[in-house]
């Protein structure tokens, strides 16, 4: 029990790192790449959270996290690199469906 | 982004799962964590990956606009008709003891139903926010023809480079 | 077979226990490396190593197989979208300009 | 796919079961419209053949942690370096999937990856992991996983 | 003992993620930042028992919020113009603050079973929940079956807020510059 | 089908705007929110008739849950008097709507701009009858969200509309956010949500600390919502600048429904005898009544555009209500309801009328309406009596409103009070003469855009004239009702004279 | 014919005449002569009315429990009804008579109004509790608004302004006020003889609450709100007649006395001495506005400020609070009305015939237009209270109530106010027959005969009133 | 786990989340950014769900999830679906806000309160 305390310690200091670096930046990939971390911490920690809580049937929640930050991640980056999340090339016709 | 070869087929493999996971949330909602609106919004949260990665042309395609409208009203009739179900064996609104011979099993479809209505009128309508933001993005761009914005999306790769077979 | 049960026990615990020290020291290199692209090493270690060994320690203390599925797909989907996710952020950010320090350049085209 | 569902849902009634299958076809239609259930999409062949290679990745991705670590306590170790790997893999899938696999064993990063050329470009923490990879041992074992199928 | 640690240094954090989003004046990584609030707060969630409501914070405020904000954000300035602290608006919030903390000192403390709450109604939906329904998840029968009227007027928000946006950005009825533009609707309806 | 009228009220237009949704821009969306608006009309006058003949409370079980455990809908002297108002307002707006929206909304927009008001209107009917303190929380997010969109829908002609409607969304949401808080606080004292049931417990805690915050929160949440000043500028902007039909929705109903609300909160569950509500919250409540009152006429004495005109004095007829509400009386909430009643009824005549003015001549200001006497005589004449209704003259409903708000003043010897309730409304004079003046006594000036008025145009705002005019010469009825209302609140001690 | 019939008739008939007024527009005879034939009717309704025992109600609709619209006439309202009903044919016919000789234009809106404001001023005669009296209070100021400004110039529309703002905001402000004080004091607004509060109000807010009503009656035009009064003069003179001897101010006082009468109760108000303010107030109205009108040489103005001072008679008359002070207050309803519309119907024929307000301009106008200035001679006589003329009765009577309480210095105030009268009144006769013309008049040239006709009527009204005022007198008991 | 009867550690969690509250709070109605006005919003909106939260746990209770042991204690359920709700409806508000913040920088060009509120006196000015 006190080891998946400990555990759950131990990523709490790993967030606030990954927070810090997300604060600090410098470049915006910096701070995707520690929110990216943040995510996959929250995945651990709820992953021990539910053994510790002694429900681990709730690991659902750390697959559905494990997802989300996924998706969330690449639509940030597509955000960066086209500034746009739409389509980043021109549609080639007009196509006007009203 | 679908120039990314990583991204693209780490995409096609995700996307079926979450679509898989979404509706794995949806109807194991008596028995754990999740239910409508969050299996909506996870089933959602595919097509926008979808959308990202392959472009919004693409992803209209995959759901139209007169479809999707029709999901985010269907559902809330769904929920709504399940509730008048009730009123109609003489009960009250959303009673669902009587949907079923036995009240437990009434019970049962209509959280079932309602869930259903609600999972569908979520996913239906955060597909719709992302298509219509991210939309407006792309129909601003046609707009006003902004350099800057052409010259950062002058990627390295080309349109006809897109995903075939 | 008594005398498995603590020795799996004692297993999964010095796995969470290096899962977490990995996790930890990942952060850290997060925090304290140079460039982005060597940032990108350390929050490797969080991924794989502290992921991993942390995942495996529960799996081991899992108490029936609905759990396990649920943790080696946790697995699964961590080491599918881990490292897309570098990827996809190296690749950006290369993209986009952003110049590592390199000491010095091998390889070059092959 | 309708495994999957079985796998996770650890409740089996008959309704359930069946909202699985309906589930699962309605998913792998959906999907058919997106057009991702290709070849490259859904490379079966490398998911089955998958466990063989786990365990020596694993290893391997143990061994390199470790590497890791001793640069992060000592940051001047560092010496990032940039090369290009070229890759043997046949099919997109497999070429993804030793990028990902670069990626995964911590220390080397593949940046980007050239599809028409079949070639991969790593960033290496330190000219030790750049080196790494001339060493053809994962392209070989990545190339394996493919299968003699295609 | 322990998890009201991990719950109150989880809460520290929190409130440490949002004085940073607060401060930063690049929106984009306000944004990052508000998403990882909601993940963290999402684990939170967790550790006091609400796993649906966990599930539901990560899917929305990590997922949907911040795509929307990302969208959003490439349409609008990224950087905020600085503001110093305003002095009215802090007196307020501290107002504020301070009268919710006066309360909280007659509230039943945080967890105690004996709080009225635990024993007026909630008894019932755990009971009900097995006998009159047979749904395992508590949750899940309050929310589709006891107070199902309020799940029905929260996908009426949810089709609320879905007409509000096609009116507002999906619509047809355009500021008057706009109007004169060579196209005058656009296609993303939905 | 006559026990299940309570939930049809609300589940009517609730269920008519996916279809009005999907309609798209088709003529078939107004005919269907029409109708639609009409039904709950009937409905509500149905509940409303039989909730006076039978003068007991009806409740309806939702799922046939009993009301700790379920939501309840709750039909009480009270609710069956906002009921009508609502429906009643909703219906006639709607019936304008045909010309107004037509004027103001692209075409295509027709069948999702229906769809959000009816969701408006469902939302408000919702908040009244609910007897659940997080129902009320739900309704009131979907009759603000659909209200938020409605609003930002005049951007069309006014890009003012936007940053109108987004200022109103912050505070609104804050406001409900607040309510949401003070609920909160109360659920841990008691455990509960049924206001029947908070009712019943919460003497048992009353004497805490917490309770009282909980009173705080839930009362500025909802003073923010029902734009009490000094709470009120949001309102201005979102009002002036929404769609003339939007305008004439709102302005007679979101408000009043939020003075509903407070009043069945804060009387309903927390009672009279709470300590510290008549000295503390009641003087607040006097106290900033009067300030809006004056604040708000004094404002529209100086405003020329009359949308922001008659929101101005809007803030100032909240005001008179919140004097009813702080007189801490049954007299006081009398004429609290009365004046919610009345002020529908004017307010709803004046906004659409102008909203007719303003759809021809695309802003309706002091100069649009100069010698429009003249050319719209039965559109100034419409303007003129709610004019009148406004500053209180006697034969209109507002009239009758101020003299029970007065006697509730002095009932309770706030003589400085009457007085300054009076002297404010003597200054509505200055504004509402200002229009009359401009309308009928001064030449329609050189190249003023032709104005012109149809049967169809000035027939809801008559609808409602002749509503005022009705109420204010024969009102024993609606008189009876509303002490009948006030006494659910503040049991008879004194009853109707 | 019933007492019920002939208040149904005297509330509708004004109204019919302004309905068939909107009728006839395009027909100017039939418009006009059917608002004389109906006002001539109503006269006679007036009389007959006057004539029957009180007792008689009529309670139109209930506003809401406790609030009605009833009609009950007790003496003063029948005698005010008898005037109003009197003069209101005499002043249609002179409104014809000036609006075609001075070509006034809007004629029909005009005489619409004119009979909805007679409706109210018959409304506000026979109302029967406070809130009746107040609603009619409303309609007369809403209704004669549009007489005011039926110029429709800067000038017109600022007075306007100034009528209608004094009007209605001290009436909402205090009057209202006062009502629904009374209403929530003693929970009834009837008039009762002998008043309602007694004993239900602390004595000690007695002035107070006669307060509200003495300045909320704006139309008593009590100095210091008498301002909308001179303002109104822009008006065409028939109105001026109307405002001033029939309708506005009359009505303001006729209130003024009926709520010391019938609300607060004379003895009460003799008991606590609450009106004893009113007295000087009153006292300083008379004498202060007397003085202003010898500043004035535009007739109306003089006539308009004689009648602030003249209306200060009968609000004290009401203030005294002793049946003979008030008997004399309710016939000096009738004395002045008769005399001042015969001022006023004089000043609109001299305006009319010669285009004249300014009195330096009008020396010797008397030899060219002797049958107007005879009658203005005869009134103005009337109205210093030269016997035998109807204002002599009512000085008299105010006296002696004066005396009755002890208030020797208000007998000082009457006699010196008589005696500014005589100056400013005197003034213009005497120029009018004995100053050197001031121009060349060519012979005899008087107004319009529809104008002289009425005018004519009414100053012997004046006379007549001075033999028949058993008829008029009012008893208030003891 | 005795500590959850403290007073004062019994109430830290409170007040924790008023303090999270305010910050959120704060950046709502201090003039600026709109959109940091949603973000802050959302932080006020967050916490104000897990008030909510705090108050549904029960000490040594479990996630509302029957398990079939009569002995499990559970938290109270209530709260939970409540915020649920509230959840959806905040990310509903936030969806319209944003859509709100995309127009106004159409139409205004900016998305700071102070510009536009200088902009619309602009626009007044010569109006009235």
Avoid at chain 5, 47 to 67: K, P
Avoid at chain 7, 103 to 130: D, P, Q, V, W
Avoid at chain 7, 184 to 189: N, Y
Wanted: a neutral charge.
């Amino acid at each position: 029990m006190s080891c998946l305390a400990a555990a759950l310690l131990a990523l709490g200091v790993g967030f606030i790192l990954a927070i810090t670096r997300a604060t600090l930046g410098p470049t915006p990939f910096d701070r995707v790449l520690a929110v990216n971390t943040v995510g996959t911490l929250a995945v651990l920690a709820i992953s021990v959270y539910g053994f510790f809580d002694g429900r681990p049937a709730f690991l659902d929640i750390a697959l559905l996290y494990a997802l989300i930050n996924f998706i969330g991640t690449i639509a940030i980056l597509k955000y960066f690199r086209f500034g746009t999340l739409g389509d980043h090339a021109l549609p080639n016709s007009d196509e006007d469906g009203a | 982004m679908q120039d990314d070869v990583v991204i693209r087929v780490v995409a096609k493999v995700m996307i079926p799962a979450v679509m898989l996971f979404a509706l794995y949330v949806q109807f194991h909602g008596d028995y754990g964590p999740g239910g409508g609106f969050q299996a909506g919004v996870i089933f959602a949260s595919a097509f926008v990956l979808n959308a990202v990665v392959f472009g919004l042309n693409k992803g209209r395609h995959v759901w139209p606009a007169h479809y999707n409208l029709m999901g985010i009203c269907g559902g809330v009739l769904i929920y709504g008709f399940t509730g008048v179900a009730g009123m109609a064996f003489g009960e009250n609104f959303l009673s669902f003891n009587v949907l079923a011979d036995d009240p437990i099993a009434g019970q049962h479809l209509g959280i079932l139903l309602v869930e259903f209505g609600v999972g569908l009128t979520v996913a239906a309508v955060m597909v719709m926010l992302f298509f219509t933001f991210a939309g407006r993005l792309s129909h601003n761009r046609l707009l006003s023809k902004s350099d800057a914005h052409e010259r950062r999306l002058a990627p390295k790769s080309s349109p006809s480079k897109e995903v075939t077979k | 077979m008594t005398w498995a049960a603590p020795l799996i026990e004692a297993i999964a615990y010095i796995s969470l226990g290096l899962g977490s020290l990995g996790v930890m020291i990942g952060a850290l290199g997060l925090l304290r490396l140079g460039d982005i692209y060597q940032r990108m090493h350390g929050s490797g270690i969080v991924d794989t190593g502290g992921a991993g060994l942390i995942l495996f320690g529960l799996l081991l203390l899992s108490p029936d197989w609905t759990v396990s599925v649920r943790l080696l797909l946790i697995g699964f989907i961590l080491g599918i979208t881990g490292p897309t996710a570098t990827h996809a952020i190296a690749r950006a950010a290369r993209v986009s300009g952003v110049e590592g320090q390199m000491k010095s350049k091998q390889g070059g085209d092959t | 796919m309708f495994g999957l569902w079985l796998l996770l849902s650890g409740h089996y009634t008959g309704l359930l079961i069946s909202l699985g299958f309906i589930s699962a076809l309605g998913v792998s239609m959906i999907a058919h419209r997106m057009g991702v259930l290709d070849e490259e999409g859904l490379p079966m062949g490398v998911l089955l053949r998958l466990p063989k290679v786990a365990i020596w990745l694993t290893w391997e991705i143990l061994k390199s942690n470790w590497a890791v670590v001793k640069v992060i306590f000592n940051p001047a170790l560092a010496d990032p370096h940039m090369t290009r790997v070229s890759a043997s893999q046949k099919t997109t899938a497999g070429l993804v999937t030793y990028a990902n696999f670069i990626t995964l064993t911590p220390g080397t990063v593949s940046v980007d990856v050239d599809e028409a050329d079949h070639s991969i470009l790593v960033h290496g923490l330190t000219a030790e992991f750049a080196e790494s990879l001339a060493d053809p041992e994962m392209d070989a074992r990545v190339s394996a996983l493919e299968g003699p199928a295609s | 003992m322990s998890g009201f640690l991990v719950n109150a240094s989880l809460i520290a954090l929190l409130a440490l993620i949002a004085i940073l989003a607060l401060r930063l004046h690049r929106l984009f990584a306000v944004v990052m930042l508000s998403g990882a609030f909601s993940l963290v707060a999402a684990a939170q969630f967790v550790v006091l028992d609400a796993v649906d409501v966990a599930f539901t914070e990560a899917a929305v405020g990590a997922g949907i919020s911040t795509v929307l904000a990302l969208a959003t954000l490439s349409l609008v300035p990224a950087e905020e113009k600085p503001h110093s602290i305003s002095l009215v608006p802090a007196f307020l919030a501290t107002l504020t603050g301070l009268l919710l903390a006066v309360a909280v000192t007659d509230l039943p403390n945080f967890g105690d079973p004996k709080a009225p709450i635990h024993n007026h109604v909630a008894p019932e939906y755990i009971i009900g929940s097995e006998q009159a329904i047979g749904v395992p998840n508590i949750v899940t029968s309050v929310l589709a079956s006891y107070r199902s009227f309020d799940t029905f007027g929260e996908t009426l928000v949810v089709f609320t807020a879905a007409i509000a946006v096609l009116l507002i950005i999906g619509g047809y009825t355009r500021a008057p510059r706009r109007a004169k533009g060579k196209r005058k609707g656009s296609q993303d309806a939905g | 089908m006559m026990q299940h009228l309570p939930i049809l009220q609300v589940l009517l237009p609730l269920l008519a705007a996916p279809f009005a949704a999907l309609l798209r821009g088709r003529e078939l969306a107004w005919g269907l929110t029409f109708l639609t608006t009409g039904a709950a009309f009937l409905i509500s006058i149905a509940l409303f008739l039989e909730q006076r003949a039978l003068g007991t409370t009806l409740v309806y079980e939702l799922g046939n849950w009993a009301a700790p455990i379920g939501i309840v809908y709750v039909i009480d002297a009270a609710s069956a008097l906002v009921l009508p108002v609502i429906s009643g307002i909703g219906f006639i707006a709607t019936l304008a709507a045909r010309q107004l929206v037509a004027a103001e909304i692209d075409r295509r927009d027709h069948g999702l701009f229906y769809a959000a008001w009816l969701l408006t209107i469902a939302g408000m009917l919702g908040q009244v009858t609910t007897g659940d303190a997080f129902n009320i929380f739900v309704f009131l997010e979907i009759s603000s969200l659909s209200a938020y969109a409605l609003v930002a829908m005049g951007s069309g002609r006014d890009r003012r509309a936007l940053p109108a409607a987004f200022n109103y969304l912050i505070l609104g949401t804050v406001g409900a956010t607040f309510y949401v808080i003070g609920i909160g606080l109360l659920y841990m004292l008691t455990g509960t949500l049924n206001l029947a049931d908070l009712a019943e417990r919460l003497p048992q805690v009353e004497e805490t600390r917490a309770a009282f915050t909980a009173m705080a929160f839930i009362a500025l949440g909802l003073f923010l919502k029902m734009a009490l000043f000094p709470l009120h500028f949001w309102l201005v902007p979102a009002y002036a600048h929404a769609p003339s039909a939007v305008t004439a929705l709102m302005a007679s109903t979101a408000t009043k429904v939020s003075v509903y609300v407070l009043i069945r909160l804060i009387f309903g569950v927390f009672g009279i005898e709470f300590p510290g509500l008549v000295d503390g919250v009641g003087l607040l409540v006097l106290t900033l009544g009067i300030a809006g009152a004056f604040v708000g006429t004094l404002a529209a004495i100086v405003e020329t555009d009359l949308k922001k005109l008659f929101a101005q004095s809007s803030i100032a007829q909240l005001g008179y209500m919140a004097i009813g509400i702080g007189a801490m009386s049954a007299t006081g909430l009398a004429a609290a309801f009365l004046h919610l009643f009345n002020h529908a009824l004017m307010k709803g005549a004046l906004f659409l009328a102008i909203g007719m003015i303003a759809a021809q001549a695309g802003r309706a200001t002091m100069g649009t309406l100069q010698g429009a006497g003249k050319q719209i005589p039965i559109t100034m004449t419409a303007i003129l009596f709610g004019g009148l209704a406004l500053i209180g003259v006697p034969l209109t409903a507002g009239f009758i409103s101020k003299v029970y708000l007065i006697r509730a003043l002095l009932e309770q010897d706030f003589w400085l009070l009457a007085g300054l309730t009076f002297v404010s409304s003597a200054l509505a004079l200055a504004y509402v003469w200002k229009i009359i003046e401009a309308a009928w006594l001064r030449p329609r000036p050189e190249g003023a855009p032709e104005l012109s008025e149809t049967p169809s145009q000035y027939m809801p705002a008559w609808i409602m004239v002749i509503a005022t005019l009705g109420f204010g010469i024969y009102a024993t009825p609606l008189v009876d009702a509303a002490f009948a209302a006030a006494h659910v609140f503040i049991p008879a001690t004194v009853g109707a004279p | 014919m019933s007492a019920e019939t002939l208040i149904y008739m005297l509330l509708g008939l004004p109204l019919l005449a302004s309905a068939l007024v909107l009728l006839f527009r395009h027909q100017p005879n039939l418009r006009d002569g059917q608002a004389v034939g109906l006002g001539v009717v109503s006269a006679w309704a007036a009389f007959q009315l006057y004539l029957l025992p009180t007792g008689a109600s009529v309670t139109l609709v209930a506003l809401a429990p406790g609030l009605t619209l009833s009609f009950t006439p007790e003496p003063l309202g029948k005698l005010f009804a008898l005037v109003a009903g009197t003069l209101w044919p005499l002043a249609t016919l002179y409104t014809i008579g000036y609006m075609r000789g001075a070509k006034e234009k809007n004629h029909t809106r005009f005489m619409f109004f004119y009979a909805i404001a007679i409706h109210a001023t018959m409304g506000i005669a026979l109302s029967g509790n406070l809130l009746t009296l107040f609603v009619f209070y409303e309609m007369l100021t809403f209704s004669t608004y549009p007489l005011v400004t039926h110029k429709g110039d800067e000038a017109a529309l600022k007075a306007g302004r100034v009528y209608l703002g004094i009007l209605v905001s001290s009436s909402i402000v205090f009057l209202l006020f006062g009502v629904i004080g009374v209403w929530a004091l003693a929970g009834t607004l009837d008039f009762v003889s002998g008043g309602i509060l007694a004993g239900k109000i602390d004595p000690f807010y007695v002035p107070a609450l006669l307060a509200l009503f003495a300045f909320g009656i704006g139309k008593a035009a009590l100095m210091p709100l008498h301002r909308w009064l001179p303002a109104a003069m822009v008006a065409p003179t028939p109105v001026s007649a109307l405002l001033h001897a029939v309708a506005v101010v009359k009505a303001g006082v006729f209130t003024v006395l009926k709520v010391s009468v019938y609300i607060f109760g004379i003895d009460f108000l003799q008991q606590t001495g609450g009106s004893d303010w009113l007295v000087w107030a009153a006292s300083f109205s008379i004498l202060a506005a007397s003085i202003v009108a010898m500043t004035k040489t535009n007739l109306k103005a003089r006539l308009a400020y004689s009648t602030v001072s003249q209306l200060g008679y009968i609000v004290m008359g009401a203030a005294l609070a002793t049946p003979l002070a008030a008997s004399g207050a309710a016939l000096h309803i009738a004395a002045h009305g008769a005399g001042k519309i015969t001022l006023f119907f004089c000043a609109g024929a001299i305006y009319v015939a010669h285009h004249l307000t300014d009195i330096k301009d009008m020396n010797g106008l008397g030899r060219t237009m002797p049958i107007t200035y005879g009658a203005f001679a005869l009134a103005a006589l009337s109205i210093m209270g030269v016997p035998p003329l109807a204002g002599a009765w009512s000085k008299f009577m105010l006296m002696g109530g004066a005396l009755d309480n002890g208030y020797l210095v208000v007998l000082g105030v009457l006699m010196v106010s008589s005696l500014l009268n005589l100056v400013y009144l005197g003034e213009i006769i005497l120029r009018g027959f004995f100053a050197s013309p001031s121009h060349k008049w060519d012979g005899v040239q008087e107004a319009p005969l529809a104008m002289l006709i009425p005018l004519s009527i009414t100053a012997l009204l004046s006379l007549l009133l001075f033999f028949t005022v058993d008829f008029l007198m009012i008893d208030f008991g003891g | 786990m005795s500590a959850w009867m403290d007073p004062i550690l019994g109430q830290w969690n409170y007040y924790l989340v008023i303090a999270l509250m305010m910050i959120g709070f704060y950046a709502v109605i201090a003039r600026g950014n709109m959109v940091k006005k949603i973000v802050g919003l959302n932080i006020f909106q967050t916490s104000v769900f897990m008030l909510y939260i705090s108050m549904g746990k029960v000490a040594n209770g479990t996630a509302p999830i029957l398990t079939g042991e009569p002995s499990t204690v559970y938290s109270n359920p209530l709260p939970h679906v409540l915020i649920l709700t509230a959840i959806v409806v905040g990310v509903s508000t936030t969806a319209v806000g944003y859509a709100l913040i995309i127009r106004i920088q159409e139409s205004f060009g900016s998305i700071e309160d102070d510009d536009i509120i200088a902009m619309l006196d602009d626009e007044e000015a010569p109006a009235s």
